[in-house]
């Protein structure tokens, strides 16, 4: 007997819908007492846990930034033998790139709240022969926030008359290609191809394409012959994160009965810091202290490298109780140093309301151990599980309010899940020298949304509906997303126009004069402003 797929009822995408005040909604969160409020009431909670979701999404971004940092810092050594003087030459190469870095772990790890709850959407909706489009619309809406806002807030950032442009031009226009092509490429299969229809072929076309996008970044960052395009690669730093030095905490150089241990920038040229780190902005209330550095007996670089500190010597469970005591303080030695008593109460307010999240996120083992690696995993399972809670509260806000999931979806959504590209972004274009991660970080999160956080979704989906029903996927507002790829199509091409003519007429992405940095900035929210109002028309009926 064959079985008979499940359909999405009425005309909402989420098949729950209601109009505020008039229908009654029975989903609810925790309780079935919360359907006894009046849904003006219960939308306005939902949407505080919503933002409470964000917030913890935040806490979590910071360790998942430190555990970045230790992985991409990793580096082996090289032996060489040297063929004018055969001796041997010992030198240490980065495991990472930088192409492959931005892509993988920059660009992937800060779009996995969105890759997590497109994922999360196609499992609940597995069966169904319509997809869910929760997370088509997350993503759409977190593509448009990447491309938009985040240039408008780095090219304010560097400081008045400073200019950070793209050092590796070949890099940045093989990965603007594929970001372009995967938004042609999602039009071309809901509109062109098989219109309204997705099949499992398609779906692992989008999947594999991401694949070829690592191929053909890399192929340019290393210069092959036939594949990479002919263009010269400006100065950059040599580290992509800089070099590992101690600092001792402020307040007696020891905490718990051991040393603390950051990771701090401490190269020839100062203005590198570490773009994924979070200092405070009163530098003077710590004390640095530059490691000595060590004699190599065979050196290649002409460079003393510095002593490195094996931060697994401390032992595990000490780095671990420490975590969970700075969850638990709500005032820091820096905080008590501030005269001023209302912004004192105001910090420990907000550590107050960070205090559960911080709490829960310190089992996160430390991010010293493994090179990063666990506590890399760690958190993404941690974002996961807040991806889990922001689609469910998500589902219920549509069927309290009434509004169109695709609204939410394109606005709240988007940005609130797009935050930690937001963070990457800003301090990369703050503390590096060059603007290649920060608006490396952008085309590549806009690529990978398509083709890892679209394309596992519908794989999984096709791949039930294939061999269960021998039917392909449906999607219910085809005719909407491709109103709204159009949308992104338009504006996006406006915004990388103004980045060219930055770099033709100042020399640079981003900075410069802060009049026109600040022009460039407000004409890059008001494209975001132009999408969101008329892909939220189209998707609701409007137009």
Same mark, same amino acid.
């Given at each position: ?41 219960? +939308?306005? *909670? /939902?949407?505080? &846990? !919503? ?6 999404? $935040? %806490?979590?971004?910071?360790? =998942? ?61 597995? +069966?169904? *022969? /319509?997809?869910? &489009? !929760? ?6 809406? $977190? %593509?448009?926030?990447?491309? =938009? ?61 991401? +694949?070829? *996008? ?330």
């Amino acid at each position: 007997m064959v079985a008979v797929p499940k359909q999405v009822a009425g005309n909402s995408m989420l098949g729950n819908s209601s109009i505020l005040g008039d229908v009654k909604c029975n989903s609810y969160l925790l309780f079935h007492g919360e359907t006894a409020l009046g849904n003006g009431l219960r +939308g306005f *909670l /939902y949407f505080l &846990g !919503l933002a409470y979701c964000f917030i913890g999404l $935040s %806490a979590i971004t910071a360790r =998942f930034f430190r555990s970045m940092e230790n992985i991409v810092k990793h580096s082996r050594t090289v032996v060489e033998v040297d063929p004018h003087t055969n001796t041997e030459i010992i030198k240490q190469e980065k495991v990472w790139n930088y192409a492959t870095a931005d892509i993988t772990l920059l660009a992937f790890g800060t779009s996995f709240p969105q890759i997590s709850l497109a994922t999360i959407d196609a499992i609940r909706n597995i +069966g169904n *022969l /319509y997809a869910g &489009g !929760l997370g088509p619309g997350t993503l759409l809406g $977190s %593509a448009a926030f990447d491309l =938009f806002p985040i240039h408008a807030v780095c090219v304010v950032v560097p400081k008045a008359g400073e200019l950070k442009k793209i050092s590796d031009i070949g890099v940045w226009l093989v990965e603007l290609f594929w970001s372009f092509w995967a938004y042609a490429w999602l039009y071309i299969i809901l509109e062109v191809w098989t219109p309204k229809v997705v099949t499992i072929w398609e779906a692992l076309l989008t999947v594999l394409m991401y +694949g070829l *996008l690592l191929i053909h970044a890399y192929a340019q960052d290393k210069r092959w012959p036939y594949i990479s395009l002919p263009l010269t690669r400006g100065e950059r730093p040599e580290d992509w994160v800089p070099a590992e030095v101690a600092s001792v905490s402020c307040e007696d150089d020891v905490y718990g009965g051991y040393t603390e241990i950051l990771a701090v920038e401490e190269d020839k040229n100062e203005e590198i810091v570490d773009i994924l780190s979070f200092h405070s902005e009163k530098q003077e209330h710590s004390i640095y202290r530059k490691v000595p550095a060590a004699e190599d007996s065979v050196e290649s670089s002409n460079r003393p490298f510095q002593k490195e500190i094996n931060l697994e010597d401390l032992h595990v469970l000490q780095l671990w109780k420490k975590q969970f005591m700075d969850a638990l303080t709500l005032e820091s030695p820096e905080s008590r140093k501030l005269n001023n008593a209302h912004l004192r109460v105001a910090r420990i307010l907000w550590q107050s309301l960070l205090a559960p999240w911080r709490l829960l996120f310190a089992f996160v083992p430390p991010y010293q151990i493994a090179h990063g690696w666990i506590a890399f995993i760690c958190s993404l399972l941690f974002i996961s599980g807040i991806a889990y809670i922001v689609t469910e509260l998500t589902d219920i806000i549509s069927c309290v309010t009434g509004i169109n999931a695709y609204v939410i979806a394109f606005t709240a959504l988007a940005a609130g899940t797009s935050w930690p590209d937001l963070v990457a972004s800003k301090i990369a274009a703050e503390r590096q020298l060059t603007a290649d991660s920060a608006i490396a970080n952008i085309t590549c999160s806009n690529s990978v949304n398509i083709y890892v956080g679209i394309g596992i979704p519908w794989l999984i989906n096709t791949a039930y509906n294939f061999i269960t029903y021998g039917e392909p996927l449906r999607i219910e507002n085809a005719e909407g997303l491709g109103f709204t790829l159009m949308v992104f199509f338009s504006t996006s091409v406006g915004c990388i126009s103004v980045l060219v003519v930055r770099r033709l007429i100042l020399g640079a992405e981003l900075g410069g004069p802060r009049f026109w940095a600040w022009v460039t900035s407000v004409f890059f929210m008001l494209l975001w402003l132009i999408f969101v109002v008329l892909s939220s028309l189209r998707v609701s009926g409007v137009i």
